[in-house]
């Protein structure tokens, strides 16, 4: 109804001053033709991230029955048959994508992805709204100045960890802005055998995890090669082989890494630093059932010329389809899910905002129960550090080998220069291999 006032005051108000002898306002006559209210079914394809049915229905479904009510969406999910080259193929590609940064270059290789700098103007969408650091991560995956997506929300890593070892210990819980140093004598402090149980103080997991916060590249932008035989993986990987050294962290030929079910649903682990994407909804999930564990969060570790910058950007983004006959309505419903209002609904749910506004923070997890009480600030005492130069030869190539050489010092313990050369030369050759089979 607002909507429509709104509109009819606006006709008037031009027929008013038409009437008047003066001409029309060719700027307002442009922005009421530009948004076509024509009944129109969207798609939206989840990709690669989480987005549970209640989160669908709060932050897509009913915003667009309120604020777009011509728009109706329905979701699509990744699975058996529905991959993105399947849904090329059959030519039931989606209208939007929601995914992650890591992904992108998947769909520039199959060329589905829409640069939305057009449309951003057309529809008068202020990029300035969003954090820097986040649209710069963005643009670095199109060159040229495109813009192939925009950002729903932030992953952003935190230290979790388990009070009640520490409490059993006496050991003093981790405070925020600790350097990977300051976790490791506290890991030494708490991995240690009680009453017939293991106690692990902190898992490293894997070089990227650590080295998360100092902005690597894993291939030469340059060069097209690896870049893993260097200083900067070369300190990474001596800091975790000495918390792979304190007595009783490897305790089998092939335990090294202990990760969530441990950290959760054993509760033998005292510190774990991870994504809070992949344990927010698991920790809520606990509470409703009443397996509730003692923890708490403090921010992200890093060395000591980078505190204060967590790990680099890692986006939960939406994208329009190139394939969508649709381009206009999507990108509405990208702008409407961007707003203030929904983004409140974000955050509030446990999802961090890419949105510059400070208020966004406030009230983040303020509707989850696990949450209540957790020191939540300390998720902000860290900025996401700067994206490493992007390249498509990342994930399965060079940072596949790096965590082989970081599995290669913790069960061979393989010398780390070693086990870096040999990391170097196996990413080499895979890359070059697969620009061989291009060529065919």
């Known amino acids: 109804m607002k909507r429509l006032l709104t509109k009819l005051a606006l006709a008037g108000l031009a027929f008013s001053v038409a009437g008047c002898g003066a001409k029309p306002d060719n700027k307002l006559q442009t922005n009421a033709a530009a948004e ?30 309120k604020k777009l009510p011509y728009i109706t969406i329905q979701l699509v999910r990744d699975g058996k048959g529905s991959s993105p080259e399947d849904l090329v193929a059959s030519g039931s590609f989606p209208d939007l994508v929601f995914t992650s940064n890591v992904s992108l270059f998947r769909y520039k290789k199959l060329d589905v992805i829409q640069d939305v700098s057009s449309l951003m103007k057309e529809q008068s969408f202020d990029a300035s709204r969003i954090q820097p650091v986040v649209m710069d991560a963005i643009r670095s995956y199109a060159g040229q100045g495109e813009t192939i997506a925009l950002p729903f929300s932030l992953n952003v890593a935190a230290l979790l960890y388990n009070k009640d070892i520490f409490d059993k210990f006496g050991v003093t819980y981790p405070k925020d802005l600790m350097t990977w140093d300051d976790i490791t004598e506290l ?37 097209g090669k690896a870049n893993l035989d260097n200083e900067q993986w070369r300190k990474v990987l001596n800091t975790m082989k000495q918390m792979y050294e304190i007595p009783g962290y490897i305790t089998g030929k092939d335990t090294y890494s202990y990760g969530t079910a441990v950290f959760l649903k054993e509760k033998k682990l005292a510190m774990f ?103 939540i600030e300390g998720i902000f005492k860290t900025v996401p550090a700067k994206l490493r130069v992007p390249s498509e030869f990342d994930v399965d190539f060079a940072r596949a080998q790096l965590r082989e050489a970081g599995k290669n010092v913790a069960l061979q313990k393989a010398d780390v220069n070693t086990a870096l050369r040999q990391a170097q030369e196996a990413a080499d050759k895979m890359i070059a291999s697969e620009l061989e089979k291009r060529k065919k």
């Open 273 to 375: 630093a991870t994504w809070l994407d992949q344990f927010i909804g698991k920790l809520e999930d606990m509470h409703k059932k009443g397996d509730i564990i003692n923890w708490d969060v403090a921010s992200f570790p890093n060395y000591k010329e980078a505190l204060g910058k967590g790990r680099e950007v890692d986006v939960h983004l939406l994208a329009v389809s190139k394939l969508s006959k649709h381009k206009e309505q999507a990108f509405r419903v990208v702008k409407e899910v961007l707003t203030d209002e929904v983004q409140t609904l974000v955050s509030r749910s446990g999802r961090v905002s890419a949105l510059a506004n400070p208020e966004m923070t406030k009230g983040f997890g303020a509707d989850l129960e696990s949450l209540k009480g957790k020191h």
């Open 36 to 65: 076509n209210t024509t009944p129109t079914t969207l798609s939206l394809y989840v990709q690669g991230v989480q987005l549970t049915d209640a989160e669908f229905q709060n932050f897509f479904v009913e915003p667009l029955k």
């Open 187 to 223: 890991s030494r402090k708490l991995t240690r055998q009680d009453q017939g149980v293991d106690y692990v103080g902190f898992d490293p997991g894997f070089p990227d995890n650590i080295g998360g916060g100092l902005t690597i590249d894993y291939v030469d932008p340059k060069t």
